[in-house]
Nanobody
Framework: QVQLVESGGGLVQAGGSLRLSCAAS????????MGWNRQVPGKQRELVAT???????NYADSVKGRFTISRDNAKNTVYLQMNSLKPEDTAVYYC???????????????????WGQGTQVTVSS
């Protein structure tokens, strides 16, 4: 009843930039925290960045100064601007929404955590 859909992934050379977007849909009232995580095959998913509804941000040390997370609360959309990309940034990037308040089909308000399906980012050296 709540869906998150990422877009903007692709192939880029080292030093280049990409902008990821993630739009949440459904009868959403609010989303407390939105974030980006990434995963390389054979490794655990790792946090990249988070942003609260009030705009407070948090970044992994590996991306500080290169990535910027932002959101549009009116559109329930979160963005990740990635600059100075490195080959080690190659991964599947997933967005997530924490403590999403929404109305279900039966008309009741509910809360839940949701993930997108992921978008591939490949950085060539």
């Amino acid at each position: 009843q709540v869906q998150l859909v990422e877009s903007g992934g692709g192939l880029v050379q080292a030093g280049g930039s990409l902008r990821l977007s993630c739009a949440a849909s459904g009868r959403i009232v609010s989303i407390n925290v939105m974030g980006w995580n990434r995963q390389v095959p054979g490794k655990q998913r790792e946090l990249v960045a988070t942003i609260t509804s009030g705009g407070s941000t948090n970044y992994a040390d590996s991306v500080k100064g290169r990535f910027t997370i932002s959101r549009d609360n009116a559109k329930n959309t979160v963005y990740l601007q990635m600059n100075s990309l490195k080959p080690e940034d190659t991964a599947v990037y997933y967005c997530n929404g924490e403590n999403v308040l929404y109305y279900s089909r039966d008309g009741y308000s509910r809360r839940g955590d949701y993930w997108g399906q992921g978008t591939q980012v490949t950085v060539s050296s």
